[in-house]
């Protein structure tokens, strides 16, 4: 048996993230060779996520970046099973990681078919898997082009947004900061009412006479009572025409054109976990 040394375990370690002992007998079923051992963990790692392929991953970390001269913004969420693995630094690392390299991709496959540490993204995916015991996936995958884009990243990594401006303004940071605080907090369905599909309208429109049947208004007048409802719709659940958190006596729109009467969002991703 080869003999192996407190600093090939550690080498091994640093290089996985695996445990201590998961190292050494990977070294030792190895025969101390360091590339047979790395296999021997991925080996381990295919195993165990094809044991819990039918696993939830409903917790995680969600990351949104944006790229040096902020017109590009990508959010990632790196999904695992249970909180306490993905409030370690390690894991928010890797997922900080992923959403960095994102930044040079447009599809999640695209990202998982992209080399990270000597490895693509989807074999490290499935060494993580090995080595924390945990189903390990990319959830969500989404990009946001615009002449300024900026993020917000919700405490605890569970929510985040990119919001996208139609200039790069003196301010357009802080704007876009508040703003993506606003779709964070408040999740609209959509930009503004051309963005809502026109079956979630029509849905909210027979709700809304179904309502109005129970209180026993007429028929006649079910279509105008219902066109009003619709626009209150529209206030609550769109994001430029929500009541802005910061001063509600204006609308986020109307905020964004206090700052620059010429500004104006022009899109936003939003992911949440769960």
């Given at each position: 048996m080869a003999k192996?040394?407190?600093?090939?375990?550690?080498?091994?370690?640093?290089?996985?993230?695996?445990?201590?002992?998961?190292?050494?007998?990977?070294?030792?079923?190895?025969?101390?060779?360091y590339d047979k051992a790395i296999e021997v963990l991925r080996k381990k790692g295919q195993k165990v996520a094809a044991n819990r392929a039918d696993r939830e991953s409903s917790e995680g970390a969600v990351i949104a970046t944006v790229n040096s001269d902020n017109t590009r913004g990508v959010i990632v969420s790196l999904n695992c099973e249970t909180d306490f693995v993905a409030k370690n630094d390690s894991f928010v690392q890797f997922a900080q990681d992923l959403a960095d390299l994102a930044l040079e991709t447009s599809s999640k496959e695209e990202l998982l078919g992209k080399q990270y540490k000597g490895i693509t993204?989807?074999?490290?995916?499935?060494?993580?898997?090995?080595v924390i015991g945990e189903k390990i996936e990319i959830?969500?995958?989404?990009?946001?082009?615009?002449?300024?884009?900026?993020?917000?990243?919700?405490?605890?990594?569970?929510?985040?947004?990119?919001?996208?401006?139609?200039?790069?303004?003196?301010?357009?940071?802080?704007?876009?900061?508040?703003?993506?605080?606003?779709?964070?907090?408040?999740?609209?369905?959509?930009l503004n009412e051309e963005g809502v599909d026109q079956s979630v309208v029509e849905k909210e429109i027979e709700i809304a006479k179904d309502q109005l049947r129970q209180e026993g208004k007429p028929e006649e007048m079910l279509d105008n009572i219902a066109k009003g409802k619709i626009k209150r719709f529209f206030k609550d659940n769109t994001l430029v025409n929500q009541d802005f958190i910061k001063d509600s006596k204006m609308s986020v729109g109307e905020y964004v054109k206090s700052e620059d009467a010429n500004l104006k969002v022009v899109g936003f991703e939003r992911v949440a976990l769960g």
């Open positions: 192996i040394t407190a600093a090939e375990v550690n080498k091994l370690r640093q290089a996985t993230g695996a445990g201590m002992m998961d190292c050494k007998k990977a070294l030792v079923e190895a025969e101390g060779d993204v989807q074999e490290k995916l499935t060494e993580q898997t090995g959830g969500d995958f989404r990009t946001l082009e615009a002449p300024f884009v900026g993020s917000y990243i919700h405490a605890g990594n569970k929510i985040a947004v990119l919001t996208g401006l139609s200039a790069k303004t003196d301010n357009a940071e802080e704007v876009a900061k508040n703003v993506s605080m606003q779709a964070a907090a408040m999740n609209p369905v959509a």
